[in-house]
Protein backbone atom coordinates (compact mmCIF):
# COMPACT_ATOMS: atom_id res chain seq x y z
CA UNK A 1 0.00 0.00 0.00
CA UNK A 2 2.86 2.53 0.62
CA UNK A 3 4.04 2.11 -2.60
CA UNK A 4 0.66 2.95 -4.05
CA UNK A 5 0.30 6.04 -2.57
CA UNK A 6 2.46 9.18 -3.33
CA UNK A 7 5.24 10.39 -0.41
CA UNK A 8 3.54 13.56 -0.30
CA UNK A 9 -0.20 12.94 -0.87
CA UNK A 10 -3.46 14.41 0.89
CA UNK A 11 -4.35 10.84 2.34
CA UNK A 12 -0.79 10.95 4.34
CA UNK A 13 -1.96 14.36 5.89
CA UNK A 14 -5.57 12.53 6.92
CA UNK A 15 -3.43 10.00 8.27
CA UNK A 16 -1.17 11.81 10.35
CA UNK A 17 -3.34 13.73 11.75
CA UNK A 18 -5.75 10.97 13.11
CA UNK A 19 -1.97 9.46 14.14
CA UNK A 20 -1.60 12.33 16.08
CA UNK A 21 -4.88 12.07 18.08
CA UNK A 22 -5.65 11.02 21.66
CA UNK A 23 -9.08 8.77 20.38
CA UNK A 24 -10.02 7.76 23.35
CA UNK A 25 -9.14 11.12 25.65
CA UNK A 26 -11.81 12.85 23.03
CA UNK A 27 -14.38 10.17 23.92
CA UNK A 28 -14.57 8.01 20.97
CA UNK A 29 -17.09 4.61 21.39
CA UNK A 30 -16.11 1.27 21.54
CA UNK A 31 -11.95 2.53 20.96
CA UNK A 32 -11.30 0.32 23.98
CA UNK A 33 -11.77 -3.76 23.84
CA UNK A 34 -15.29 -4.43 25.29
CA UNK A 35 -14.55 -7.46 27.43
CA UNK A 36 -17.83 -9.46 26.29
CA UNK A 37 -19.52 -8.92 23.17
CA UNK A 38 -18.51 -8.28 19.70
CA UNK A 39 -14.90 -6.95 19.04
CA UNK A 40 -14.85 -2.95 19.08
CA UNK A 41 -14.19 -1.67 15.81
CA UNK A 42 -11.02 0.69 15.64
CA UNK A 43 -12.25 4.74 15.50
CA UNK A 44 -8.72 5.91 14.22
CA UNK A 45 -9.85 3.52 10.74
CA UNK A 46 -13.14 4.56 11.06
CA UNK A 47 -12.36 8.31 11.06
CA UNK A 48 -9.68 8.25 8.72
CA UNK A 49 -12.70 6.24 6.10
CA UNK A 50 -15.03 9.08 7.07
CA UNK A 51 -12.30 12.32 6.68
CA UNK A 52 -11.18 10.75 3.33
CA UNK A 53 -14.69 10.18 2.46
CA UNK A 54 -16.12 13.67 3.32
CA UNK A 55 -13.06 15.46 1.19
CA UNK A 56 -14.13 13.32 -1.78
CA UNK A 57 -18.15 14.20 -1.01
CA UNK A 58 -18.40 10.32 -0.41
CA UNK A 59 -20.82 10.35 2.69
CA UNK A 60 -23.42 7.36 2.20
CA UNK A 61 -22.18 4.37 4.70
CA UNK A 62 -23.02 1.99 1.72
CA UNK A 63 -20.90 4.21 -0.85
CA UNK A 64 -17.56 4.13 1.58
CA UNK A 65 -18.27 0.41 2.01
CA UNK A 66 -17.60 0.35 -1.59
CA UNK A 67 -14.95 2.29 -1.42
CA UNK A 68 -12.83 0.20 1.50
CA UNK A 69 -13.45 -3.11 -1.71
CA UNK A 70 -12.06 -1.08 -4.27
CA UNK A 71 -10.39 2.47 -3.65
CA UNK A 72 -6.57 2.10 -3.04
CA UNK A 73 -6.23 5.22 -1.03
CA UNK A 74 -8.99 3.65 1.13
CA UNK A 75 -7.44 0.81 1.83
CA UNK A 76 -4.05 2.46 2.53
CA UNK A 77 -6.14 4.47 5.06
CA UNK A 78 -7.52 2.06 6.81
CA UNK A 79 -5.01 -0.85 6.20
CA UNK A 80 -6.95 -2.88 4.10
CA UNK A 81 -9.93 -3.48 6.28
CA UNK A 82 -13.20 -3.65 5.07
CA UNK A 83 -15.92 -2.34 7.07
CA UNK A 84 -19.93 -2.96 6.92
CA UNK A 85 -22.31 -0.29 6.01
CA UNK A 86 -23.64 -0.74 9.01
CA UNK A 87 -20.09 -0.17 11.23
CA UNK A 88 -19.57 2.83 9.34
CA UNK A 89 -22.97 4.51 9.87
CA UNK A 90 -22.76 3.81 13.71
CA UNK A 91 -19.86 5.48 13.96
CA UNK A 92 -21.08 8.42 12.70
CA UNK A 93 -24.46 8.20 14.60
CA UNK A 94 -22.16 7.59 17.94
CA UNK A 95 -19.67 9.62 17.94
CA UNK A 96 -21.11 13.30 17.87
CA UNK A 97 -19.65 15.09 20.53
CA UNK A 98 -16.08 13.36 19.76
CA UNK A 99 -16.38 14.37 16.38
CA UNK A 100 -16.91 18.70 17.48
CA UNK A 101 -13.85 17.58 19.73
CA UNK A 102 -11.33 16.56 16.97
CA UNK A 103 -12.77 19.31 14.78
CA UNK A 104 -11.95 21.77 18.04
CA UNK A 105 -8.58 19.86 18.20
CA UNK A 106 -7.29 20.83 14.61
CA UNK A 107 -8.41 24.43 15.49
CA UNK A 108 -5.65 24.19 18.06
CA UNK A 109 -3.45 22.78 16.07
CA UNK A 110 -3.51 25.20 13.37
CA UNK A 111 -2.99 28.09 16.49
CA UNK A 112 -0.18 25.99 17.38
CA UNK A 113 1.43 26.42 13.83
CA UNK A 114 0.69 30.44 13.71
CA UNK A 115 -1.88 30.20 11.12
CA UNK A 116 -4.40 32.18 12.99
CA UNK A 117 -3.68 36.09 13.82
CA UNK A 118 -3.42 35.98 17.58
CA UNK A 119 -2.56 40.02 17.25
CA UNK A 120 -5.64 42.06 16.44
CA UNK A 121 -7.80 39.10 15.26
CA UNK A 122 -10.49 39.75 12.99
CA UNK A 123 -13.43 37.03 12.67
CA UNK A 124 -16.40 37.23 10.14
CA UNK A 125 -19.85 35.63 11.66
CA UNK A 126 -22.22 33.95 9.37
CA UNK A 127 -25.11 31.86 9.47
CA UNK A 128 -26.79 29.39 6.60
CA UNK A 129 -29.62 26.96 6.57
CA UNK A 130 -28.92 23.28 5.77
CA UNK A 131 -31.12 20.57 4.98
CA UNK A 132 -32.03 18.21 8.07
CA UNK A 133 -32.20 14.43 6.53
CA UNK A 134 -36.41 15.21 6.18
CA UNK A 135 -38.55 16.18 3.64
CA UNK A 136 -40.14 20.24 3.50
CA UNK A 137 -43.34 20.36 5.45
CA UNK A 138 -42.15 18.12 8.54
CA UNK A 139 -41.88 20.15 11.37
CA UNK A 140 -45.04 21.52 13.06
CA UNK A 141 -45.95 23.65 15.11
CA UNK A 142 -48.74 22.81 18.45
CA UNK A 143 -51.55 24.29 15.78
CA UNK A 144 -50.67 22.68 12.98
CA UNK A 145 -50.28 19.16 14.49
CA UNK A 146 -53.42 19.53 16.35
CA UNK A 147 -55.00 20.09 12.84
CA UNK A 148 -52.98 17.52 11.23
CA UNK A 149 -54.81 14.96 14.12
CA UNK A 150 -57.94 16.28 14.15
CA UNK A 151 -58.03 15.26 10.02
CA UNK A 152 -56.20 12.08 10.69
CA UNK A 153 -59.09 11.46 13.34
CA UNK A 154 -61.49 11.45 10.80
CA UNK A 155 -59.81 9.79 8.41
CA UNK A 156 -58.99 6.92 10.99
CA UNK A 157 -63.21 6.94 11.40
CA UNK A 158 -63.37 6.67 7.92
CA UNK A 159 -61.65 3.33 7.45
CA UNK A 160 -62.97 2.01 11.02
CA UNK A 161 -66.75 2.58 9.12
CA UNK A 162 -65.32 0.51 6.27
CA UNK A 163 -64.15 -2.23 8.15
CA UNK A 164 -67.33 -2.31 10.23
CA UNK A 165 -69.18 -2.65 6.97
CA UNK A 166 -66.93 -4.72 5.38
CA UNK A 167 -67.34 -7.38 8.67
CA UNK A 168 -70.60 -7.31 8.91
CA UNK A 169 -71.60 -7.91 4.79
CA UNK A 170 -68.97 -10.35 4.38
CA UNK A 171 -68.31 -12.09 8.01
CA UNK A 172 -66.40 -15.01 7.48
CA UNK A 173 -65.76 -14.77 4.09
CA UNK A 174 -62.50 -14.04 2.72
CA UNK A 175 -61.36 -10.62 2.11
CA UNK A 176 -58.48 -9.68 0.28
CA UNK A 177 -59.33 -5.58 0.39
CA UNK A 178 -60.15 -6.28 3.87
CA UNK A 179 -56.56 -6.70 4.44
CA UNK A 180 -55.71 -3.45 2.44
CA UNK A 181 -57.96 -1.50 4.29
CA UNK A 182 -56.45 -2.89 7.36
CA UNK A 183 -52.77 -1.51 5.98
CA UNK A 184 -53.95 1.79 5.41
CA UNK A 185 -55.21 2.06 8.98
CA UNK A 186 -51.94 0.97 10.21
CA UNK A 187 -50.23 3.60 8.63
CA UNK A 188 -52.91 5.98 9.66
CA UNK A 189 -52.40 5.11 13.20
CA UNK A 190 -48.42 5.27 12.89
CA UNK A 191 -48.94 9.15 11.63
CA UNK A 192 -51.00 9.80 14.37
CA UNK A 193 -48.43 8.52 17.08
CA UNK A 194 -45.90 10.08 15.56
CA UNK A 195 -48.17 13.16 15.59
CA UNK A 196 -48.74 12.41 19.36
CA UNK A 197 -44.54 11.97 19.92
CA UNK A 198 -44.69 16.00 18.60
CA UNK A 199 -47.14 17.43 20.80
CA UNK A 200 -45.55 15.13 23.75
CA UNK A 201 -42.23 17.15 22.22
CA UNK A 202 -43.77 20.45 22.11
CA UNK A 203 -45.62 20.74 25.48
CA UNK A 204 -42.10 19.93 26.92
CA UNK A 205 -40.62 23.00 24.98
CA UNK A 206 -43.07 25.18 25.93
CA UNK A 207 -42.90 24.48 29.85
CA UNK A 208 -39.34 24.92 29.60
CA UNK A 209 -39.88 28.11 28.10
CA UNK A 210 -42.53 29.07 30.80
CA UNK A 211 -39.77 28.21 33.22
CA UNK A 212 -36.67 30.07 32.13
CA UNK A 213 -37.62 32.88 30.04
CA UNK A 214 -36.31 34.52 27.54
CA UNK A 215 -36.38 38.10 26.01
CA UNK A 216 -37.32 36.46 22.72
CA UNK A 217 -39.06 33.00 23.01
CA UNK A 218 -39.26 30.59 20.27
CA UNK A 219 -42.33 29.28 19.24
CA UNK A 220 -41.85 25.56 19.84
CA UNK A 221 -41.78 23.06 16.98
CA UNK A 222 -41.28 19.40 16.62
CA UNK A 223 -39.83 17.36 13.30
CA UNK A 224 -42.37 14.23 12.45
CA UNK A 225 -38.82 12.66 10.38
CA UNK A 226 -35.72 14.41 12.52
CA UNK A 227 -37.28 15.32 16.25
CA UNK A 228 -34.45 18.17 16.13
CA UNK A 229 -34.96 20.13 13.04
CA UNK A 230 -37.37 23.38 12.71
CA UNK A 231 -39.08 24.91 10.17
CA UNK A 232 -36.93 27.60 8.05
CA UNK A 233 -37.62 29.66 5.08
CA UNK A 234 -40.00 28.25 2.38
CA UNK A 235 -40.95 25.36 4.82
CA UNK A 236 -37.75 23.66 4.66
CA UNK A 237 -36.89 21.13 7.54
CA UNK A 238 -33.10 21.89 8.62
CA UNK A 239 -30.70 24.02 11.05
CA UNK A 240 -28.66 27.24 11.19
CA UNK A 241 -25.51 26.48 11.08
CA UNK A 242 -22.93 29.44 12.21
CA UNK A 243 -19.47 29.68 11.56
CA UNK A 244 -16.64 31.88 12.73
CA UNK A 245 -13.76 32.34 10.62
CA UNK A 246 -10.39 33.93 10.98
CA UNK A 247 -9.72 36.95 8.16
CA UNK A 248 -6.25 35.67 7.62
CA UNK A 249 -6.08 32.48 7.70
CA UNK A 250 -9.95 31.76 6.51
CA UNK A 251 -9.75 28.74 8.59
CA UNK A 252 -13.35 27.91 10.62
CA UNK A 253 -12.04 28.48 14.32
CA UNK A 254 -15.32 28.38 15.73
CA UNK A 255 -18.86 26.26 14.21
CA UNK A 256 -22.17 25.57 16.14
CA UNK A 257 -25.71 23.90 14.67
CA UNK A 258 -28.21 25.75 16.04
CA UNK A 259 -32.46 25.43 16.26
CA UNK A 260 -32.79 28.90 15.64
CA UNK A 261 -34.64 30.61 12.73
CA UNK A 262 -32.40 33.45 12.34
CA UNK A 263 -29.37 35.07 13.32
CA UNK A 264 -30.69 37.66 15.71
CA UNK A 265 -29.28 35.96 18.90
CA UNK A 266 -25.76 34.11 17.64
CA UNK A 267 -23.66 37.10 17.88
CA UNK A 268 -22.55 36.75 21.00
CA UNK A 269 -22.50 33.02 21.63
CA UNK A 270 -20.10 32.91 18.34
CA UNK A 271 -17.87 35.87 19.02
CA UNK A 272 -17.13 33.91 22.86
CA UNK A 273 -16.19 30.70 20.96
CA UNK A 274 -14.33 32.32 18.64
CA UNK A 275 -12.37 34.13 21.30
CA UNK A 276 -11.77 31.28 23.49
CA UNK A 277 -10.42 29.59 20.31
CA UNK A 278 -8.10 31.92 19.10
CA UNK A 279 -7.37 32.76 23.40
CA UNK A 280 -7.44 36.33 22.06
CA UNK A 281 -8.21 38.87 25.11
CA UNK A 282 -9.35 41.11 22.36
CA UNK A 283 -11.17 40.47 19.09
CA UNK A 284 -13.25 41.88 16.38
CA UNK A 285 -16.23 40.40 14.84
CA UNK A 286 -17.77 41.30 11.74
CA UNK A 287 -21.30 40.13 10.64
CA UNK A 288 -24.28 41.20 8.51
CA UNK A 289 -27.24 42.90 9.31
CA UNK A 290 -29.47 39.80 10.11
CA UNK A 291 -27.17 39.59 13.43
CA UNK A 292 -27.90 43.15 14.67
CA UNK A 293 -29.30 42.94 18.45
CA UNK A 294 -27.90 45.52 20.56
CA UNK A 295 -28.27 43.06 23.96
CA UNK A 296 -25.48 40.60 21.70
CA UNK A 297 -23.40 43.93 20.73
CA UNK A 298 -23.13 44.64 24.13
CA UNK A 299 -22.34 41.24 25.88
CA UNK A 300 -19.46 41.14 22.92
CA UNK A 301 -18.40 44.73 24.09
CA UNK A 302 -18.59 43.70 27.78
CA UNK A 303 -15.97 40.67 27.01
CA UNK A 304 -13.26 42.57 25.28
CA UNK A 305 -15.11 41.72 21.70
CA UNK A 306 -15.63 44.70 19.23
CA UNK A 307 -19.00 43.88 17.27
CA UNK A 308 -18.85 45.57 13.66
CA UNK A 309 -22.65 44.79 13.02
CA UNK A 310 -25.00 47.36 9.98
CA UNK A 311 -28.42 48.17 11.12
CA UNK A 312 -30.72 47.13 8.49
CA UNK A 313 -32.13 50.06 7.42
CA UNK A 314 -36.06 50.32 7.79
CA UNK A 315 -39.16 52.43 6.41
CA UNK A 316 -41.38 53.74 8.91
CA UNK A 317 -43.29 51.27 9.81
CA UNK A 318 -45.90 53.64 10.62
CA UNK A 319 -46.92 54.50 7.19
CA UNK A 320 -44.85 55.62 4.11
CA UNK A 321 -45.12 58.96 4.39
CA UNK A 322 -44.27 59.66 8.32
CA UNK A 323 -41.18 60.00 9.75
CA UNK A 324 -39.11 57.21 10.12
CA UNK A 325 -37.38 56.90 13.37
CA UNK A 326 -34.32 58.09 12.03
CA UNK A 327 -35.70 61.17 12.07
CA UNK A 328 -35.57 61.35 15.83
CA UNK A 329 -31.88 62.21 17.40
CA UNK A 330 -31.29 60.89 20.54
CA UNK A 331 -29.02 62.89 22.70
CA UNK A 332 -27.37 60.72 25.73
CA UNK A 333 -26.43 63.48 27.83
CA UNK A 334 -30.35 64.55 28.55
CA UNK A 335 -31.60 60.74 28.22
CA UNK A 336 -33.74 62.82 25.40
CA UNK A 337 -35.09 62.48 21.49
CA UNK A 338 -35.39 66.00 19.42
CA UNK A 339 -37.78 65.42 17.32
CA UNK A 340 -38.20 66.78 13.49
CA UNK A 341 -39.91 70.00 15.06
CA UNK A 342 -37.01 70.17 17.49
CA UNK A 343 -39.33 69.39 20.42
CA UNK A 344 -37.74 66.95 22.91
CA UNK A 345 -39.45 63.94 23.59
CA UNK A 346 -38.42 62.78 27.15
CA UNK A 347 -38.80 59.01 28.67
CA UNK A 348 -42.04 58.39 30.03
CA UNK A 349 -42.25 54.42 30.37
CA UNK A 350 -39.66 51.52 31.20
CA UNK A 351 -40.61 47.83 30.71
CA UNK A 352 -38.31 45.43 32.20
CA UNK A 353 -39.73 41.97 30.29
CA UNK A 354 -39.20 44.02 26.40
CA UNK A 355 -35.77 45.91 27.99
CA UNK A 356 -37.33 49.25 26.46
CA UNK A 357 -37.57 52.38 27.55
CA UNK A 358 -40.37 54.92 25.59
CA UNK A 359 -40.31 58.85 24.57
CA UNK A 360 -42.73 61.30 23.99
CA UNK A 361 -44.11 65.01 24.57
CA UNK A 362 -47.32 66.50 24.84
CA UNK A 363 -45.97 69.09 22.17
CA UNK A 364 -47.37 66.97 19.32
CA UNK A 365 -51.15 68.05 19.99
CA UNK A 366 -50.27 71.47 18.37
CA UNK A 367 -47.60 70.63 16.03
CA UNK A 368 -47.36 72.02 12.51
CA UNK A 369 -45.88 69.54 11.46
CA UNK A 370 -48.01 66.25 13.04
CA UNK A 371 -49.77 65.02 9.43
CA UNK A 372 -46.29 63.54 9.02
CA UNK A 373 -45.45 62.49 12.24
CA UNK A 374 -48.27 60.22 13.21
CA UNK A 375 -51.91 59.15 13.14
CA UNK A 376 -52.27 58.64 16.70
CA UNK A 377 -52.67 61.43 19.21
CA UNK A 378 -48.78 61.47 19.85
CA UNK A 379 -45.49 59.88 18.41
CA UNK A 380 -43.93 57.88 20.69
CA UNK A 381 -40.16 56.51 20.18
CA UNK A 382 -39.08 53.31 21.50
CA UNK A 383 -35.41 52.81 22.36
CA UNK A 384 -33.89 49.55 23.74
CA UNK A 385 -31.61 49.45 27.05
CA UNK A 386 -28.88 48.46 24.55
CA UNK A 387 -29.03 50.72 21.63
CA UNK A 388 -25.95 52.51 22.36
CA UNK A 389 -24.12 49.15 21.65
CA UNK A 390 -25.94 48.15 18.22
CA UNK A 391 -25.46 52.32 17.17
CA UNK A 392 -21.85 51.52 17.97
CA UNK A 393 -21.70 48.27 16.45
CA UNK A 394 -24.01 50.49 13.40
CA UNK A 395 -21.06 53.38 13.30
CA UNK A 396 -18.49 50.91 12.88
CA UNK A 397 -19.80 49.05 9.71
CA UNK A 398 -20.55 52.52 8.27
CA UNK A 399 -17.35 54.11 9.20
CA UNK A 400 -15.23 51.63 6.55
CA UNK A 401 -17.00 49.76 3.63
CA UNK A 402 -13.76 47.95 3.69
CA UNK A 403 -15.40 45.83 7.17
CA UNK A 404 -18.23 44.37 5.06
CA UNK A 405 -15.88 43.70 2.35
CA UNK A 406 -13.84 41.84 4.53
CA UNK A 407 -16.90 40.12 5.94
CA UNK A 408 -17.95 38.97 2.46
CA UNK A 409 -14.55 37.24 1.19
CA UNK A 410 -14.00 35.75 4.51
CA UNK A 411 -17.12 33.92 5.56
CA UNK A 412 -18.57 33.28 2.54
CA UNK A 413 -16.01 30.74 0.53
CA UNK A 414 -15.79 28.22 3.85
CA UNK A 415 -19.97 28.41 3.19
CA UNK A 416 -19.31 27.56 -0.19
CA UNK A 417 -17.24 24.83 0.40
CA UNK A 418 -19.41 23.28 3.47
CA UNK A 419 -22.75 23.43 1.20
CA UNK A 420 -20.71 21.63 -1.25
CA UNK A 421 -19.82 18.58 0.92
CA UNK A 422 -22.97 18.52 2.38
CA UNK A 423 -24.95 19.19 -0.68
CA UNK A 424 -28.39 17.29 -0.55
CA UNK A 425 -28.28 18.10 3.61
CA UNK A 426 -27.12 15.83 6.40
CA UNK A 427 -27.65 12.71 6.55
CA UNK A 428 -28.16 11.59 9.98
CA UNK A 429 -31.66 12.99 12.46
CA UNK A 430 -31.24 14.63 15.58
CA UNK A 431 -29.19 17.70 16.95
CA UNK A 432 -26.29 15.30 18.61
CA UNK A 433 -25.40 13.53 15.23
CA UNK A 434 -25.88 16.30 13.02
CA UNK A 435 -23.54 18.20 15.01
CA UNK A 436 -20.81 15.40 14.53
CA UNK A 437 -21.87 15.30 10.86
CA UNK A 438 -21.03 19.16 10.49
CA UNK A 439 -17.92 18.67 12.68
CA UNK A 440 -16.58 16.45 9.97
CA UNK A 441 -17.56 18.85 7.23
CA UNK A 442 -16.32 21.62 9.19
CA UNK A 443 -12.50 19.57 10.04
CA UNK A 444 -12.32 18.59 6.34
CA UNK A 445 -12.33 22.26 5.23
CA UNK A 446 -9.99 23.28 7.76
CA UNK A 447 -7.66 19.74 6.82
CA UNK A 448 -7.70 21.26 3.29
CA UNK A 449 -7.29 24.97 4.12
CA UNK A 450 -4.39 24.09 6.16
CA UNK A 451 -3.07 22.06 3.55
CA UNK A 452 -3.18 24.52 1.35
CA UNK A 453 -1.19 27.20 3.71
CA UNK A 454 1.56 25.00 4.69
CA UNK A 455 1.96 22.55 1.76
CA UNK A 456 2.02 19.26 2.27
CA UNK A 457 5.13 18.20 3.18
CA UNK A 458 5.24 20.50 5.58
CA UNK A 459 2.13 19.70 7.20
CA UNK A 460 2.89 16.07 7.11
CA UNK A 461 6.19 16.99 9.01
CA UNK A 462 4.24 19.23 11.05
CA UNK A 463 1.47 16.84 11.78
CA UNK A 464 4.07 13.97 12.91
CA UNK A 465 6.11 16.38 15.34
CA UNK A 466 4.90 16.29 18.83
CA UNK A 467 1.24 14.31 19.32
CA UNK A 468 -1.25 16.45 21.09
CA UNK A 469 -2.52 16.32 24.62
CA UNK A 470 -6.55 15.70 24.33
CA UNK A 471 -9.48 17.85 24.85
S1 LIG B 1 -45.88 65.33 16.05
FE1 LIG B 1 -44.78 65.39 17.99
S2 LIG B 1 -42.97 64.18 17.68
FE2 LIG B 1 -43.81 64.60 15.66
S3 LIG B 1 -42.72 66.37 14.93
FE3 LIG B 1 -44.56 67.12 15.96
S4 LIG B 1 -44.00 67.47 18.07
FE4 LIG B 1 -42.41 66.27 17.12
Not at 147 to 174: N, T, V
Not at 238 to 246: E, S
Not at 299 to 328: H, N
Request: proline share 4%.
Amino acid sequence: MEDFVGAVHMVRVIDAWVERLDLAALGFARSRPAATGRPPYAPDDLLRLYLYGYWNRIRSSRALERECRRNVEVMFLVRQLVFDHKTIADFRKDNGKPLQAACAAFVQFVRGEGLLGLEEAVVAIDGSKFKASAAAGTVVDEAAAAARRERLAERIAQYLAQMDERDSAEAGAEDPQAEQLAAALSKLLHQDRVLAAAQAAIQAKTEAQAQAPVSEPIKPQAGLTDPDAVALRGGLAGYNVQQAVDSDSKLIVAHEVTQQGNDHRSLAPMAAAAQAALGAESLTVVADTGYMNGEQAQRCEDAGITPVVPMQQTASTRGEDLYPKSAFVYDPATDSYRCPAGELLNRFKRSRSRQTDTYGTDACDACALKANCTSGRRRTIARSWFAAAAERADQRARANRHWMRLRAETAEHPFGLLKAILAGGFLVRGLAKVRGEMALAVLVVNLRRAMNLMGIAKMIERLNTEPLAAG
